[in-house]
């Protein structure tokens, strides 16, 4: 096999590191003076992994749909009004209160809670179905009684979503 064609990014590291990303792309991070003959053994050596994760990547890429600006903002703006809704009733049901909510561009999470009991939900969480929905929901405003991920975190979130499991199977 060939070496594939990366971005090379180097920094005061001490090690090698190999990354594809969201967008399919390979990213090669790398100690400054490192030999770029030995980089390039490593991700030769590294090819039946790389493409394993490229191929994951590229058709992860073509099952999300190419969206205009107005369709960005129609999606923004339901889940503004559907997750605060949401929030609203197993806060609630849940006996926790929040500060606020907000809606933002993250690809990489689709939800966040602060210290200070702030909520984000990422807007494209409305391109999955309901039941995930409900899923964040309930995991964000389990964060603001156990600001972890440890097993009464999991055991809270069980309590108000029994198949919680099944329902983060979908955002997969």
């Given amino acids: 096999m060939s070496i594939p064609t990366y971005e090379l990014r180097r920094s005061k590291r001490r ?3 190999i990354e594809v990303n969201r967008e399919a792309k390979l990213i090669v991070h790398a100690p400054l003076c490192m030999p770029t003959a ?5 991700v030769s050596a590294h090819t039946a992994w790389i493409a394993e994760k490229l191929e994951k990547a590229q ?3 073509s099952r999300m749909p190419e969206l205009s600006e107005d369709e960005i903002a129609a999606l923004k703006a339901k889940a503004l009004a559907v997750l605060t809704e949401k ?7 849940m006996g926790v209160t929040y500060t606020h909510i907000g809606i933002t561009n993250a690809k990489g999470r689709f939800g966040s809670c ?3 009991g702030s909520i984000n939900y990422a807007w494209r969480l409305m391109l999955y179905p309901e039941k995930t ?3 964040i929901v309930v995991h964000e405003l389990c964060h603001l009684r156990h600001f972890d991920h440890s097993r009464a975190f999991w055991q809270t979130v ?3 979503l029994p198949d919680y499991k099944e329902r983060a199977k979908l955002l997969k």
């Fill in 15 to 17: 090690t090698l590191s």
């Fill in 38 to 42: 030995q980089i390039e053994a490593f």
């Fill in 59 to 61: 058709a992860k890429l």
């Fill in 87 to 93: 929030t609203a009733y197993y806060a609630v049901k």
């Fill in 114 to 116: 602060s210290a200070k």
């Fill in 133 to 135: 929905w409900d899923y």
């Fill in 158 to 160: 069980e309590t108000y």
